[in-house]
């Protein structure tokens, strides 16, 4: 009875040890198949440094950010640059409208020197600089401003940046235009208002992702688009840009979050294990 016993002991814990192993690798497996969140530096990481800069972009890459946020624009001659405002005159020495001014006029401007004198002499990049500087270290989320497709498109090819780029419009003509030169491109759309809207638009486009404030998003609109097979990639900025909004973002299920703080997403989504 007393070799039964301990014979019978052994296997009780090797069953034990066994069952413990299984849960834990199971634990494993689900911390694995968490999603990562996308973070996204919105017009690159301009709290540190100009936005739409290059300066702006490898500060991005450098933090570790997965996307930025560029918005690109075309000069009087037809040449495609970084720029939020249709007008240089917020962020640069310089001023009337980009569509106005050519290449070289808007590369006399200084583009950092507002923001702080440590960056005078900073320039208004080009979108190809935009793209060597990004390509095979961070993802592009393009703002279509003022651009012709077909000048774009051929850019993002020569990078091989079309399957890292996700391409942001108003207008659904301009991001199917990218679809058909680019199919492997993403697309992605602003905050539908209602139900009905939200299906016309993933049954009309298709985009693969959609943003939107994340204060205009409820949980079963998020829950009706992620069926309908798009990615959330919520906008917190501003005074939306905090805690308790990139929470809220987690809890609807966000694949990205963009902010103008990505130093300290990119903390706080470490701290929760989803970075």
């Known amino acids: 009875m007393k070799k039964y016993h301990?014979?019978?002991?052994?296997?009780?814990?090797?069953?034990?040890?066994?069952?413990?192993?299984?849960?834990?690798?199971?634990?494993?497996?689900?911390?694995?198949t968490v999603p990562k969140i996308q973070v996204v530096a919105h017009r690159g990481h301009h709290t540190r440094a100009p936005e739409n800069t290059i300066q702006a972009i490898q500060s991005a890459i450098d933090i570790g950010c997965d996307f930025v946020e560029i918005d690109v624009r075309t000069t009087a001659d037809g040449k495609l640059v970084l720029m939020h405002d249709s007008s240089v005159d917020r962020t640069t020495t310089g001023t009337g409208k980009i569509s106005t001014l050519s290449l070289q006029e808007v590369q006399q401007l200084d583009s950092g020197i507002k923001k702080d004198p440590a960056y005078k002499?900073?320039?208004?990049?080009?979108?190809?600089?935009?793209?060597?500087?990004?390509?095979?270290?961070?993802?592009?989320?393009?703002?279509?401003?003022?651009?012709d497709v077909e000048q774009v498109v051929p850019l993002l090819k020569e990078f091989g940046m079309i399957e890292n780029t996700i391409v942001y419009c108003g207008s659904t003509d301009i991001l199917k235009a990218y679809k058909q030169l680019a199919p492997e491109i993403r697309l992605m759309t602003g905050?539908?208002?209602?139900?009905?809207?939200?299906?016309?638009l993933m049954e009309d486009l298709h985009p693969e992702t959609l943003d939107g404030n994340i204060r205009d998003w409820t949980a079963p609109q998020a829950e009706l688009a992620r069926k309908l097979g798009a990615?959330?990639?919520?906008?917190?900025?501003?005074?939306?840009?905090?805690?308790?909004?990139?929470?809220?973002?987690?809890?609807?299920?966000?694949?990205?979050?963009?902010?103008?703080?990505?130093?300290?997403?990119?903390?706080?989504?470490?701290?929760?294990?989803r970075k």
Request: proline share 3%; hydrophobic share 35%; with cysteine.
């Open 6 to 32: 301990h014979r019978h002991l052994f296997y009780v814990m090797i069953a034990c040890l066994t069952s413990a192993s299984g849960f834990l690798n199971q634990i494993s497996l689900a911390e694995e």
């Open 121 to 147: 002499g900073t320039l208004v990049p080009t979108f190809r600089e935009a793209l060597r500087t990004s390509k095979g270290k961070i993802g592009i989320y393009l703002d279509h401003k003022d651009a």
């Open 191 to 200: 905050h539908p208002e209602t139900a009905e809207e939200l299906i016309n």
């Open 231 to 273: 990615e959330l990639w919520f906008d917190c900025l501003g005074d939306t840009d905090t805690t308790d909004h990139w929470n809220r973002a987690l809890e609807l299920k966000a694949t990205g979050i963009q902010t103008d703080h990505p130093e300290k997403l990119i903390g706080y989504l470490k701290s929760r294990g």
